[in-house]
């Protein structure tokens, strides 16, 4: 088995019709790390004519795959989840400098990621089809039967974001395949090394020719091109809710499934248990710098703990490491300098409404210092906005019923978390949020990976996690026979 160095993926060329090419023109785009600014490899950028070449050899190749047997598929899924992780160490270090995510979370991400695909293969074999008879609807003819069987989409688009360039990639891929789907891969442009390299593993466990091609380049070049192109058959999307939105527009009748952005509120009540609450919301709001859909953007607490609660937050925030992956730091590097001046601006504009600035408020380029706001008005920005960095706005309540208006009042829906010792409250006030999931004692979360993941409101459309994943990349098809 190949094990990949590092210095192995440093110009990556990408894989249209079963072959590993460059740009036409030749034209390329050059990665650098956010944390060093260091160049660290470059990418294809291609043009309309590639994207039409690699929709083509999608649908040729996804005809013949539809008809391969379930555990053939498995197989090909289970083979390359051992090829990742074999070269965990390799493509997380890839990871770690082509997004800034601490080394040790970098390589976590692609256990975890080969273990998805490990349970999708699993799953997947599970999928199955119903028989219905005429007869057990109320006067239904008893000489019809309905044979109901789930059949693939046909060509599946597959957007990733950078923030998990491997996990919310494969979690695409995985399925559609496992369903017998071929798939277009457009991965972020900064995450595209490291999700190349995580085709060329796929390649090693033996992709078949054209079955799955890879689209690199500008947003601004083939974004459009591949959203609505006549050869997609269906869409699926993790990123920005502006775009996702602006994306379903342009996309029309194409089926999709859309991850998009979350403004997600941990409610602790006075009865909170507040040393578990502080932990885990800390954990929940500034993991990877803050950078993730599901951190814990806002904490809606009640005036009887907030005192406390807040004192136990800014001795964990203060506890938190800053500086570089490389050094497996806690708060590492933005993504980039328009992320990071976007977010100095909410913090600017917080601290002009009169918040108070519990912890070390520094920034030097995109590294900040991890920043607990107490007293925050609804009337600030960083109430309603995604800042996507590493700042907690704490938001006082006078009751429960506060807390559930301003959770609610966001145009978004994704994940909530509610602290409490009361069972019975933590329901009530869980039927009551307009989210896709509520944690109870714990930190908002995408995972366990088997779990239903889905947003609300400008959070997002359709299920994903394993089966509800598998679900979606297929369709109901319906023969019906008469006696």
Sequence with gaps: MTTHSVEAFRQKNVLLGG???????GNRITLDSPSSGENIGSVPALNKAEVDKAVEAARGAQKQWQKTPLHERKQLLLRWADKLEENKEAIGTVIMQEVAKKKSSAVDEVVRTADFIRHTAEEGVRINGELLTGDSYNGGPAGKTAQVSRVPLG????????????NLSASKIAPALMTGNSVIFKPATQGSLSGIMMMETLEEAGLPKGLVNVTTG?????GDVLVTHDGIDQISFTGGSGTGISMAEKAGMVPMVLELGGKDPAI????????????????GA??????????????????????????????KVEA?????????????????????DYLQGLIDDTI????????????????????LFDHVSTESRIAWEEPFGPVLPVIRVKDEDEAVKIANDSEYGLQASVFTQDINTAHRIA????????????????????????????????????????????????????Q
């Design 286 to 315: 500034f993991s990877y710098s803050g950078q993730r859909c599901t951190a814990i953007k806002r904490v809606l607490v009640k005036e009887e703990a907030a005192d406390e609660l807040v004192a136990k937050l800014k001795e």
């Design 431 to 482: 039927d009551e949020l307009e989210v896709g999931s509520v944690q109870v004692n714990g930190k908002t979360s995408r995972g366990p990976d088997h779990f239903p993941f889905l947003g609300v409101k400008n959070s997002g459309m359709g299920v994903q996690g394993v089966r509800y994943s598998l679900l979606s990349y297929t369709r109901e098809k319906v023969t019906v026979i008469n």
């Design 218 to 222: 500008r947003g601004s070049e083939i």
């Design 155 to 166: 060509v599946v688009l597959a957007i990733a974001p950078f923030n998990y360039p491997l």
């Design 268 to 283: 602790v009540l006075e009865d909170a248990d507040l040393d578990k609450a502080a932990k885990e919301i800390t954990g």
């Design 19 to 25: 072959e590993w090419q460059e740009n036409e023109q």
């Design 352 to 371: 002009a409404d009169g918040a108070e600035v519990v912890t070390e408020n520094k920034r030097d380029g995109r590294q900040f210092s991890p920043v």
């Design 320 to 340: 938190l490491s800053v500086g570089k992956p490389e050094d497996d730091a806690d708060i590492t590097p933005l993504i980039n300098d328009k992320g990071a």
